[in-house]
């Protein structure tokens, strides 16, 4: 503290340890303990960070610092030092378990968002799933029911992970919950959507999209936007790639978006996927690959949507055991079954 005589304000006499008439002063810093830090008596000297401070003061006596009493003051100092530490960590404890629960709940509501129930009978039928890395995931997707002629279907793949590409993920799918029957709607649908993400982002985030329709007649119309080549599976056929159409949406204003068809026939399959099926690793950082995605596909050529579904997913945990997958997984399968009412 400065000490003026003839100051004023905060240095004048009455304000200073003068008026306090204190012969001594004494301060011990109060250090943050880690472990394996050391011993008691040397970790006030190891440089370690300050987090506080142990003060004494004294009108009668001067107070001794030698030889035991400062072991002692030290000795002190690490016990208040310790509880301080402790008091830091369990309020961080508290604090990420709060942030837990709030996941785990979020986790729950997006759950929710997805479909329900899928379409078992009819002339379209269905199987999907999505299985986000973290608490919330980026990935999502829907199949609904235009009116009694058309469906429409959606799989999107947010970039990045967490809360934030979750969050987007959710304002996709708001975004294409609602679709008409006119396949050329289907451009300007994405352009408008490319717009907006534009104008929210700044290009800082994008999804790749791959949003369809399919009629009674079989005429699969599409956009896809830089996502995985969907599947065509025909029994006794080669299998056919529905390739890229366009960039993927929130990443170029000036992106535009085509739209392509493809005819099914009866018994035809439209196997829809993320990134995270072909690329989960497994224990020794091996990819899954298309190569064993196809080959599952030839294997079951003649299987309903669901054994599709199911024969991937089942492949993907096997092969991925128990490595930390890196993306979230979704796969959507459509079986289109001519007349089937």
């Keep these: 503290m400065n000490f003026d005589p003839l100051g004023e304000g905060e240095t004048r006499p009455q304000n ?12 011990v810093p109060l250090v943050r303990i880690r472990t394996g830090q050391g011993d008691a008596t040397s970790v006030l000297t190891t440089g370690s960070e300050t987090v506080g401070l142990l003060y004494m003061d004294s009108r ?9 009493n400062r072991e002692l003051l030290q000795t002190l100092a690490i016990e208040a030092s310790t509880v301080l530490e402790n008091a830091r960590l369990l309020e961080e404890e508290r604090t990420k378990h709060k942030m837990e629960e709030e996941l785990r709940l979020a986790r729950t509501i997006q759950q929710s968002l997805l479909p329900g129930k899928l379409p078992a009978d009819g002339w379209l ?3 999907g799933s999505s299985v986000a890395t973290h608490e919330v995931g980026g990935d999502y997707f829907d199949v609904t029911r235009v009116n009694e002629r058309c469906w429409s279907a959606v799989v999107a793949d947010v970039s990045g ?5 979750a969050l987007l993920a959710s304002l996709l799918q708001g975004a294409l919950i609602t679709a008409t029957d006119v396949p050329s709607a289907l451009e300007h649908r994405m352009e408008q959507l490319n717009r907006f993400l534009i104008g929210r ?3 800082e985030k994008y999804a790749t999209v791959f949003y369809c329709l399919l009629d009674v007649d079989g005429r699969l119309s599409y956009v ?18 529905l390739e890229t159409t366009g960039m993927p949406v929130g990443l170029m204003e000036s992106a535009t978006f085509q739209t392509a068809s493809y005819q099914l026939e009866d018994g035809d399959k439209v196997v829809i996927y993320s990134d995270g099926v072909t690329e989960a690793a497994s224990s020794t950082g ?6 064993q995605l196809r080959q599952i596909l030839v294997e079951h050529q003649g299987a309903s949507c669901t054994v599709i579904h199911d024969a991937i997913q089942q492949a993907v945990s096997v092969f991925a055991e128990d490595a930390a997958q890196s993306d979230d997984i979704t796969v959507v399968v459509l079986e289109y079954r001519k007349g089937g009412g």
């Design 16 to 27: 200073s340890i003068a008026d306090l008439e204190l012969r001594s002063a004494i301060c």
């Design 60 to 68: 009668v006596l001067a107070a001794d610092l030698a030889g035991g």
């Design 125 to 127: 039928r269905a199987s």
């Design 161 to 165: 992970k967490g809360v934030s590409s």
């Design 201 to 203: 982002t700044g290009g």
């Design 224 to 241: 896809n936007a830089a996502q995985c080549p969907p599947l065509v599976v025909r029994p006794g056929a080669p299998l056919q790639e």
């Design 286 to 291: 091996e990819f899954f690959g298309k190569k």
